[in-house]
Structures are given as C-alpha cells and as structure tokens.
C-alpha cells in the first residue's frame, strides 16, 4: 500500500531520537536534574539579541505581504546579496547572488544537491566515517549510493588510500563535513589540499568532474585553528550551509547551497539544484527568515558557553582515562568506548541515566558522541558517572 523504504524511514527512528526520547521519560521519573542528556545537537546558546530584534523589526516595519508571500524559488535577491556579500568579504571571493540558492537548512541543500547530481542508478557518492547518519538516506534516495570510507582513527582526517581505491567512473561526489558531527574534529590545510590534489588527478582519470560537497553547518564554530574554505582549493566544490547552528535557529530552516563561479558547467548544475528543490516541493525557503539573514548575514555566534562546556568536558574525561578526539570545532566530542563497543558502553550509561550516542550508525562503532551544547552544570554533574563507568569496566 506504501511505499517501504518511506515506511521505514517515517518509522525506525534514530538512535539519537530513541535515546532523546528516553530521556524525557527518564526525567518524568527521577527529576530532570538526574538525567545527563548528551543525545542531541539542539544549540543550547540562544539566538543572537540582533535576530530576535531583527524578527521585531521586520514585523513592525514591513507590510504583511512583503513579509510572508513566496519568494521566487531560488530565494529572494536581497537575502542572497547581503550572502554573497558576506562571503566575499570573509573570503576575498566575487560570489554573485545567482551563486546562491536558498534552502530550509543544510539538510535540503544536501538532497537537492544529492539530486542534481545523480545520473542514473549507478552513481555513487563517498562520504567518510565517522559521518553525519542523514547522508546515507540523502543518497540512496536520490537513487544513488553512498560509500563510505572507513575512519581514520585517532587524528579522523582522510585515509587517502582507501580514497584513492573508491573512486570510480561513477563518482559524483565527495561529501566532506568540517568541523566534524560527530567527531567535532577539523580538517587540516594539508588534509584539504591532498584530497584536492587526489580528486583533480582522479577527476582527469574518469574524464568528468568528481564535485566536493562540503557540508557547513558547523563553519563558524571553531576554537581551534581555522577551516580551510574548500573554494580556494578546489574548484568544483559545492556548499551546504545552515544557519541552525550558528545562529542557533534549527527550527526555522534556513540555509543555502552555494555554487561558485568556478565550478564546471555551473549553470547546469546551480539549474539542476533548482530542479531537484522544484520536484521536492520546496517552493522557496522561509520567507521571514530571507528577511532575518538578509539583516543577520554579517552576525557571529557566542561561542563562550560551548568553550566552557568544551574545557571541562575534554578535561574531565582524559583526566578519568577517556580517549578522545580533541574536538577543534563544532560541539561533539567523540569518545573511545573504553570497553572497545560503543553500543555496550551507550547501554552502560544508560543504565545511569547518563545518554551517549554509539558510533555505530556514524560508521565507527568503537566511540561514542556527546553532544555538549547542554547546560554546563550538567556536564559538572555528569563527571562523577563517567567516573563511575570507567571504574565498572575497569573492575
Ligand atoms: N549536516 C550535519 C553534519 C549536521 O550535523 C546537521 C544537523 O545536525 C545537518 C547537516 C542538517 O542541518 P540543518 O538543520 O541545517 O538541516
């Protein structure tokens, strides 16, 4: 009667939903206080003072109309603009407004760019664990498969030979995500120009262009060093961004997917973007927030409370014994099960009210992510359970 693989998808949920989920129970039980919910990446900064005013201001100055009618689909000039405008300034590009195609988050630019790029049932796309779990689905639903290059354990940047053997004539995409969900790990300049290196030789083997995807969302989120921007490198890269996380505005939906100048046969492909988010039923992102970003392009997050969370988390868990991946970006840190099974140890916790996702369904079934963009007196009062795990597996 219906379709099965849309079936499953509507009802297996995550893991990182189930344990969400579970934890809402959980406090119903014993107080919201003794459960330690690491499930979900919900920025707990609030959004910027500019953007709630930028909200009352549109409302207050702007006849209703103009406010909330549709947009033309690739999203309105002005937003696109005060976009373009921003990059160009940050990164010395010329990016014009038509580069920009405006999406409802990261998520929709990554299946209407998974769709424009797939030819037939035979195209492939790579992504390298660990990674983002929706990819898979983006891909496969496109008609296409995803392959998954195994991860790179500790440092999780690129293993360049198992890269190298993936690639094939069938090839559209590499999906790069940096700083990492889950790992909140960044790609390094050398990482960044050896895969452009790898995919311009590999590009001139099978004859067609293999695109990077960069996946975003997490761009301004960074402690640490900085993100190599992919455009500089390599010039068949396409970007997914998101505003859900550096504003700190998930439920409104609003992102983009940007197509330099650069990139082969751009206009076929910026069209065929447009096309996928036509059959989609996009229709255009959400207008009031065209209006918010056209006002907010130039404003940057608070990233204090995700440092603070950052130093006592990382602090606390290696001076236990925990491995874990020094998170340069982003607001996840990916631990090393110390039973060697992500799965079991998620479990374990549980068992404390304390929830961690395994690795599993990112592609690394050793560690386990925590998403610290929670309260900081939680994370203060979840130290004395990781201290408690680490001594039960040790016994
Ligand atoms: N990509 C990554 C790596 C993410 O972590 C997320 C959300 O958590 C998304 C894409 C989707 O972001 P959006 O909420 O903008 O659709």
Redesign the pocket.
């Known amino acids: 009667m219906v379709s099965k693989d849309m079936l499953r998808y509507g009802t297996v949920r995550s893991c990182i939903r189930e344990l969400f989920e579970y934890g809402k129970q959980r406090a119903a039980v014993v107080g919201e206080e003794n459960v330690y919910d690491f499930s979900l ?1 919900n920025p707990s900064v609030p959004a910027p003072e500019e953007v709630n005013q930028a909200i009352r201001n549109i409302v207050n100055e702007l006849p209703s109309k103009a406010i909330h009618s549709y947009t033309s689909g690739p999203g309105s000039n002005t937003a696109r603009t005060a976009i373009a405008n921003n990059l160009n300034k940050r990164f010395g590009t010329d990016y014009k407004f038509t580069d920009l195609y405006l ?8 299946t209407a760019v998974s769709r424009a790029l797939t030819i037939d049932d035979k195209t492939e796309f790579i992504a390298f664990a660990p ?2 779990t ?2 898979s689905c983006f891909a496969t639903t496109a008609g296409a498969k995803l392959t998954v290059i195994p991860a790179d354990i500790p440092a999780f940047q690129i293993n360049f030979e198992l890269l190298d053997k993936s690639i094939n004539e069938n090839t559209q995409g590499v999906i790069v ?1 940096s700083p ?3 790992s909140g790990v960044i790609y390094t300049e050398e990482t960044i120009k050896g895969l452009a290196a790898l995919l311009k030789r590999k590009s001139a083997d099978v004859g067609h262009p293999i695109f990077i995807i960069s ?4 761009r301004e989120l960074v402690y640490e060093g900085k993100v190599p921007f992919i455009p500089h490198y390599y010039p068949n890269t396409i970007i ?6 550096s504003l700190s505005l ?1 439920g409104e ?3 983009y997917a940007l197509v330099p100048g650069s990139v082969e046969d751009h206009d076929d492909v910026y069209n065929a973007i447009a096309g996928a988010g036509r059959i989609l039923g996009y229709v255009c992102a959400p207008s009031l927030m065209q209006h918010v970003i056209t006002r907010c392009a130039d404003i940057k997050p608070d990233l204090r409370p995700y440092i603070e969370n950052r130093e006592l988390i990382y602090n606390g868990l290696t001076e236990i014994g925990y491995n874990c991946a020094k998170p340069s970006g ?1 607001f996840y840190l990916f631990v090393e099960a110390p039973n060697g099974d992500a799965q079991a140890f998620s479990n374990m916790a549980k068992q404390h009210d304390l929830l961690i996702v395994p690795g599993n369904d990112f592609g690394c079934p050793s560690y386990v992510r925590i998403s610290y963009c929670v309260d900081h007196d939680m994370v203060k009062r979840s130290l004395p359970v990781f201290k408690k795990l680490m001594e039960k597996v040790r016994a």
């Open positions: 990446g999406t409802a988050g990261a998520a929709a630019a990554l990674f983002f929706e990819y995500n990492n969900n889950p996946d975003e969302p997490y997914c961004y998101s505003y859900s996380k998930p939906r609003i992102g982003a």
